[in-house]
């Protein structure tokens, strides 16, 4: 009887703990269904689809191949070189390509499931948000089209992850400006039209942390600089 009591005090205790965990942790059980189903429909895709060749998708390809051969005086800039590259990495595979971009938009869903998450804490909401992506049958057949959409998506969301991250955090995160800068020179580099987007907008950046400018305005400026740093690099 002692023995019993004490493996039944003992599954009690450890419930409990597992219990308290998921009180401190509300996030965890909805995110993690929301990334189940959001994998469940990709694999769905990957079953019953191929990758879709599109018209656009020859002149990346193109750009690609002149990029893998060093030669790029004769791309004469028609594409930018983003996607092209990505195609380069993965080695020109169509169904590699595709695979990556299912992965990167299960990776949007996770930003924007925690972006919804940081700013109201509603697991529901959070949950809603997220799956509007997911669940999407548009988004996902586009994950499935050898085109710079679903990379541009990414690299853009990042650097809305790093903004969201400096204006809620209360550290001051010199890292967090350099990915941000990082992120939108990458996103340029798939999609030029991104750069309207406020969050590729320095504006926003100088707004971002919690800290106090002095008279000269040097915490400005050194914003700025991280920004701009970041963005120089991937440019």
């Not at 191929?50 to 005086?73: E, F, H, T």
């Not at 988004?139 to 650097?159: D, K, N, P």
């Not at 707004?207 to 120089?232: I, M, N, P, Q």
Request: with cysteine.
């Amino acid at each position: 009887m002692g023995l019993a009591g004490e493996t039944q005090h003992d599954e009690t205790v450890g419930f409990t703990s597992q219990m308290s965990a998921a009180r401190q942790r509300p996030w965890l059980i909805p995110f993690v269904v929301v990334i189940g189903v959001s994998f469940c429909a990709r694999l769905l895709f990957v079953v019953v689809t191929s990758p879709v060749w599109w018209p656009d998708s020859i002149g990346y390809m193109q750009l690609a191949r002149l990029i893998g051969r060093g030669n790029l005086a004769a791309g004469q800039g028609i594409r930018t070189p983003g996607y092209p590259l990505f195609m380069l990495l993965n080695d020109f595979n169509l169904s590699a390509i595709r695979a990556t971009q299912m992965i990167m938009g299960l990776a949007i869903t996770s930003g924007i499931f925690w972006i919804i998450w940081t700013l109201n804490h509603k697991p529901w909401l959070a949950s809603s948000g997220a799956l509007l992506y997911g669940l999407s049958i548009a988004q996902v057949r586009l994950e499935s089209f050898i085109l710079t959409e679903t990379l541009a998506t990414a690299f853009l969301l990042g650097a809305l992850v790093c903004l969201v991250s400096l204006r809620t955090s209360q550290r001051r995160d010199w890292w967090k400006l350099l990915a941000m800068g990082v992120f939108q020179g990458f996103c340029l580099w798939c999609a030029p039209y991104t750069s309207s987007y406020p969050c590729c907008s320095p504006y926003p950046l100088l707004r971002s942390c919690h800290c106090d400018r002095d008279a000269s305005g040097s915490t400005s400026y050194r914003r700025s600089g991280l920004w701009l740093s970041g963005s120089a690099i991937s440019a």
